[in-house]
T-cell receptor, first 111, second 116 residues
Framework: RKEVEQDPGPFNVPEGATVAFNCTYSNSASQSFFWYRQDCRKEPKLLMSVYSSGNEDGRFTAQLNRASQYISLLIRDSKLSDSATYLCVVRLTGGGNKLTFGTGTQLKVEL | EAQVTQNPRYLITVTGKKLTVTCSQNMNHEYMSWYRQDPGLGLRQIYYSMNVEVTDKGDVPEGYKVSRKEKRNFPLILESPSPNQTSLYFC???????????????FGSGTQLSVL
């Protein structure tokens, strides 16, 4: 089982739609959780951290469920510019506080 | 401007010819890391460094070397490149590990390496 698993997609949605991605992680000792956005062949950029109580940043909402070991990302009112790959990232304690990346979920927002 | 600078952006080489990919950051970050990204495998860590003269293996260190003689630079060295090292490489940095508020990882723009 992969340490961090994501549905690769692609998710093709019309502009204005609401779309949700899930990500599961296998190590219960995971400490921190993040969503990164990566445009085609470019560097990943931090979209948002994921906090235990859930958090929101504009049209983006992230949730963490420690009991079931998954995190989610909800995008409301999708824009064409949201088309990208979304990477789920998990940090463990120790070992340099290693970050483990999921393989990403591809989102395509269409007119 | 705060940034991580990687060079070159594209590199085509032949098997066995030593090469170095440079990485430099101007944010005084303690932590630096190299990743490779391959289709279906995501980003995998090659080496990381917690500070000057401190380096450790990541998940896929075979065939790579690094050094951290100065805080700002963290070059990736391929002594004898092979075709299975064809990949997209990213350097990244962040501030001292353990400060939760500063966990953001800053990436360089990537190096697409092709080994023929």
């Amino acid at each position: 089982r992969k340490e961090v698993e994501q549905d690769p997609g692609p998710f093709n949605v019309p502009e204005g739609a609401t779309v949700a991605f899930n990500c599961t992680y296998s190590n219960s000792a995971s400490q921190s959780f993040f969503w990164y956005r990566q445009d085609c062949r470019k560097e990943p950029k931090l979209l948002m951290s994921v906090y235990s109580s859930g958090n929101e940043d504009g049209r983006f909402t992230a949730q963490l469920n420690r009991a079931s070991q998954y995190i989610s990302l909800l995008i409301r009112d999708s824009k064409l510019s949201d088309s990208a790959t979304y990477l789920c990232v998990v940090r463990l304690t120790g070992g340099g506080n290693k970050l483990t990346f999921g393989t990403g979920t591809q989102l395509k927002v269409e007119l | 401007e705060a940034q991580v600078t990687q060079n070159p952006r594209y590199l085509i080489t032949v098997t066995g010819k030593k090469l170095t990919v440079t990485c430099s950051q101007n944010m005084n970050h303690e932590y630096m890391s190299w990743y490779r990204q391959d289709p279906g495998l995501g980003l995998r860590q090659i080496y990381y460094s917690m500070n000057v003269e401190v380096t450790d293996k990541g998940d896929v260190p075979e065939g790579y070397k690094v050094s951290r003689k100065e805080k700002r630079n963290f070059p990736l060295i391929l002594e004898s490149p092979s075709p299975n090292q064809t990949s997209l490489y990213f350097c990244a940095s962040r501030t001292r590990v353990g400060i939760a508020a500063n966990e953001k990882l800053f990436f360089g723009s990537g190096t697409q390496l092709s080994v023929l």
